[in-house]
């Protein structure tokens, strides 16, 4: 309910004083000035141009959210058509501001900030906050479901410690004209007094809250008290006095009557919109009701969790299907797909409708369990399990929310078709460390299918459905993978096959056919590769002797191994066998040949040893002291050097490349190796 002392009201004669005094009229002043009230009554008059469904001898709404044991608690009033009746009055359409403004010494009572910033920062969007969406203007348009936290201040006891009605006004005036809250017409400014602080008109006694609207720099602003009832007579406006959900029974006590008062603000906030005949507003038809609770953590009672907090709410009235007192809209299904699936399948479904949020699904008969998987508004995922015996027919899908229950949408459990069947794997085996490309023949195989395989370190990619007889895919085996059957299977909506074993075995032994390059020198390192077959796994290599050692062992695929080998200076010179060893076994061995330590080369003749500038030419370097790790050195610009080939101790075979501007006349020529450099020949330029 709503308190209105010294507000202005407009009939069909525009505007008249309420009851009370002039001095009540939240100006702060004794007169209204005349253009004042012609502003205000041509903005009521506008809003005034729908058709009224209400009666001009509809009591007006009585000035109070009574408290818990007033007689007119809770009344509905009002038996025809939705039990609530639209005067004409202005709504307030899309995202409505809440404000607060801590009035006293909020210190006493810390946790009430936080409670009740909560509740203004996660009620819009909320399945209860949508019951206001049933209330709509002259023009049709619907109350939204869209509230907004907008910021607060706070009042160090502007008007004391006993507010009279007009010092509520005078508070909330105060905050916006101060800068502290900006000017919000779609705002609701709600004066949040502490324990101390006593409001003169009844609070406590008569009412446990109130809203009203009062006129800003020429502006209607919407505005309420609601105060902290914890040391004035708390049961009066509280339904839990020893525990409370959020564990602040004067907080708690406070936001039921809070959101009260914001959805009458919202549907009646120039008190001539929305109320019965008997002056009911919406939330004042279901007073002190809460439907039905459970119990939170700390023991008390709750009706809803708004994000991560549960509150305990009063009932708002539904204006639609007669009228009702609800905690949420009632839920409607428009869509169930799929709508069908046979015994023995879990079927996952997609509700579609409205007011389905939080939803619990429910089908009639035995045999079929519902598990929701996800929840919004308007959709819900669930996934059906339907017994192998479940009896064939329709049957009724209903979701059940805080709402109520919605009406019955059609499920039906189809005859079972046939069940996919597996009568081989080919090939039926495979090593350890490797994929295999498999076939699985059976019947009735059908999209999708998924390939199950007992135990761990064999798993199914590329699963492919060819035909109702067949599906190939590739069987990833781990090296750790056990070694024996794996019972495979595959299942599709209609059900799961019989099981077929794969066999994981050991891999094969490696073979080992080459080494590259197969020799060294003393004091180098070289690269090389291992040429062979069942290189699957890990790998390290066996190097009999001592002085050579192996490292960055890498296996490139199953047929080749890099690696590096490091020659001791001390290494005997001569051959060192080779082998590889791999989970599968040890390979035989090849030969790697130690050379004695390189001596400086040296350079005797070249062939040829002339040439022309843009012109590329094969070169024989003669010599001794050759080796795999010779290199050759060509000096000056434009001249370059490719294709070095070691064929002897005592010949290379070398690519020199002249550009078009090469300087004309020698460059210098000579080999290298780790013990030196040789002699330098003279290669002409002409």
Not at 134 to 148: C, E, L, R
Not at 608 to 629: E, M, R, Y
Request: proline share 5%; charged share 5%.
């Amino acid at each position: 309910m709503i308190r209105q002392p010294g507000e202005w009201h407009y009939t069909d004669d525009c505007i008249y004083k309420y009851f009370l005094g002039v001095d009540r009229m939240f100006t702060g002043k004794s007169t209204v000035h005349a253009a004042l009230l012609a502003t205000l009554c041509l903005q009521l008059s506008a809003a005034d141009s729908g058709n009224s469904t209400g009666n001009s001898n509809d009591t007006k709404p009585s000035g109070y959210h009574a408290v818990i044991d007033h007689p007119n608690a809770g009344t509905s009033g009002s038996p025809s058509g939705n039990g609530i009746l639209y005067h004409n009055g202005p709504l307030m359409l899309g995202l409505v501001n809440i404000y607060y403004v801590w009035y006293g010494n909020w210190s006493v009572d810390p946790n009430a900030l936080p409670i009740l910033q909560y509740l203004a920062q996660n009620i819009g969007g909320s399945p209860y906050f949508a019951i206001n969406t049933t209330y709509t203007n002259g023009s049709g348009t619907p109350v939204a479901n869209m509230v907004a936290f907008a910021g607060s201040t706070n009042d160090n006891y502007s008007q004391g410690t006993t507010l009279s009605d007009s010092g509520v006004f005078a508070v909330a005036s105060h905050a916006i004209t101060s800068g502290s809250l900006p000017l919000d017409t779609n705002g609701v400014y709600f004066v949040l007094t502490s324990p101390d602080v006593k409001e003169s008109s009844g609070f406590i006694t008569q009412y446990c809250a109130w809203h009203s609207y009062g006129m800003v720099n020429g502006s209607p602003i919407k505005f309420a008290f609601v105060g902290d009832a914890a040391t004035q007579g708390l049961g009066a406006c509280a339904e839990q006095t020893a525990h409370s959900p959020n564990g602040d029974v004067g907080a708690d006590a406070m936001a039921s009557v809070l959101i009260h008062e914001l959805e009458e603000s919202v549907t009646d906030p120039l008190l001539n919109a929305w109320y019965d005949s008997q002056g009911n507003e919406n939330a004042d038809k279901c007073a002190w009701t809460f439907g039905t609770t459970y119990t939170t953590a700390n023991g008390s009672v709750a009706n809803m969790k708004l994000g991560g907090r549960d509150y305990l709410i009063q009932r708002n009235w539904v204006n639609a299907s007669g009228g009702y007192c609800a905690l949420a809209l009632l839920p409607s299904i428009t869509s169930v797909s799929p709508n069908s699936g046979a015994p023995g399948a879990t079927v996952p479904v997609n509700i579609s409708g409205s007011n389905l949020t939080n939803g619990t699904v429910t089908l009639s008969g035995t045999g079929v369990t519902a598990t929701v998987l996800s929840s919004s508004a308007n959709q819900i995922t669930a996934s059906l399990a339907i017994a192998s015996g479940a009896a064939t027919g329709a049957r009724s899908l209903t979701v059940k929310t805080v709402g109520g229950t919605s009406a019955a949408s059609a499920f039906t459990i189809t005859a079972a078709p046939n069940t996919p069947t597996l009568s081989s794997i080919s090939p039926s085996s495979g090593a350890q460390g490797t994929s295999v490309s498999v076939t699985l023949t059976g019947t009735n195989l059908v999209s999708p299918a998924t390939i199950n395989i007992a135990g761990t370190g064999v798993s199914a990619t590329n699963v492919t459905l060819v035909s109702g007889t067949s599906i190939t895919a590739t069987f990833v085996i781990a090296v750790s993978a056990a070694t024996g059957a794996h019972n495979v299977s595959v299942t599709t909506t209609n059900g799961t096959t019989a099981t077929l074993p794969f066999n994981v075995t050991p891999p094969p032994p490696p073979t080992l056919s080459s080494i590259g390059p197969s020799s060294g020198a003393q004091g180098s390192s070289v690269n090389v590769t291992l040429t062979g077959t069942n290189f699957i796994g890990s790998a390290s290599l066996n190097i009999s002797g001592t002085g050579i050692t192996a490292s960055n062992v890498t296996i490139a695929n199953a047929t080749s191994i890099t690696a590096t080998l490091t020659i001791a200076a001390t290494a005997t010179a001569g051959a060192y066998a080779i082998s590889v060893t791999t989970p599968g076994g040890t390979s035989a061995t090849q030969a790697f040949t130690v050379n004695a330590a390189s001596t400086a080369p040296t350079l005797t003749s070249m062939t040829p040893s002339s040439g022309h500038p843009s012109t590329v030419v094969a070169v024989s370097l003669f010599g001794t002291n050759f080796t795999s790790q010779t290199g050759v050195r060509l000096s000056g610009g434009g001249a370059a050097k490719s294709n070095v080939v070691y064929v002897s101790p005592t010949q290379i075979n070398v690519t020199f490349t002249f550009n078009a501007t090469v300087a004309l006349g020698g460059h210098n020529v000579y080999v290298t190796n780790s013990a030196g450099n040789s002699n330098i020949l003279v290669f002409t330029v002409n």
